[in-house]
T-cell receptor, first 115, second 114 residues
Framework: NAGVTQTPKFQVLKTGQSMTLQCAQDMNHNSMYWYRQDPGMGLRLIYYSASEGTTDKGEVPNGYNVSRLNKREFSLRLESAAPSQTSVYFC??????????????FGSGTRLTVV | AQTVTQSQPEMSVQEAETVTLSCTYDTSESDYYLFWYKQPPSRQMILVIRQEAYKQQNATENRFSVNFQKAAKSFSLKISDSQLGDAAMYFCAYRLGGAQKLVFGQGTRLTINP
């Protein structure tokens, strides 16, 4: 099925370890996003990529890096994980040409725990 | 910066009754879009309803409707004939016209009592 695929779905890291969250979409969307979801704070934008070759910081970028590998893929890297990065991470993509829901499609999320 | 506020962390309603979830937002722009998303325990984000700011008519999708008060910057969601499957976290979200980033509220957890 078409959509946004995130891997892994669950991950436990030790403080200081690094990891990369992978995201791929097959809808030919131009824009991709990484959000984190924390209780009582909703979803907050970490980084986004308006188009292939560009990335920009969102509301909470500290401690993260991103790579827009190509039009399909947008990865999020934690170089040195901290307990404060324990969260649920969502990747999303959008296309302004998708008129039904304005193109927002979310992945199923990654639950990350840093101990 | 645009902000979205949901002042009700939790709500509950009896099955078959009506419930209203509140959302306010802050913006100085005139061209924007508002959304309500549902997140069941599966974590999937599901679009429930959207409203274009330039439209005066309130959006409706089956049992879901909104009360959009542009001057008051209020965007509430009404769920009629509540069903057990409506139990979820609900997020209000804002997007500026021409841009594509979504700004979310804190969420309201809705419980349906049988």
């Amino acid at each position: 099925n078409a959509g946004v695929t995130q891997t892994p779905k669950f991950q436990v890291l030790k403080t200081g370890q690094s990891m990369t969250l992978q995201c791929a979409q097959d809808m030919n969307h131009n824009s991709m996003y990484w959000y984190r979801q924390d209780p009582g704070m909703g979803l907050r934008l970490i980084y986004y990529s308006a188009s292939e070759g560009t990335t920009d910081k969102g509301e909470v970028p500290n401690g993260y890096n991103v790579s827009r590998l190509n039009k399909r893929e947008f990865s999020l890297r934690l170089e040195s994980a901290a307990p404060s990065q324990t969260s649920v991470y969502f990747c999303a993509s959008s296309s302004i040409r998708d008129r039904y829901n304005y193109g927002y499609t979310f992945g199923s999320g990654t639950r990350l725990t840093v101990v | 910066a645009q902000t979205v506020t949901q002042s009700q962390p939790e709500m509950s309603v009896q099955e078959a009754e009506t419930v209203t979830l509140s959302c306010t937002y802050d913006t100085s722009e005139s061209d924007y879009y508002l959304f309500w998303y549902k997140q069941p325990p599966s974590r999937q984000m599901i679009l429930v309803i959207r409203q274009e700011a330039y439209k005066q008519q309130n959006a409706t999708e089956n049992r879901f409707s909104v009360n959009f008060q542009k001057a008051a910057k209020s965007f509430s969601l009404k769920i009629s004939d509540s069903q057990l499957g409506d139990a979820a976290m609900y997020f209000c979200a804002y997007r500026l016209g021409g841009a594509q980033k979504l700004v979310f509220g804190q969420g309201t957890r809705l419980t349906i009592n049988p």
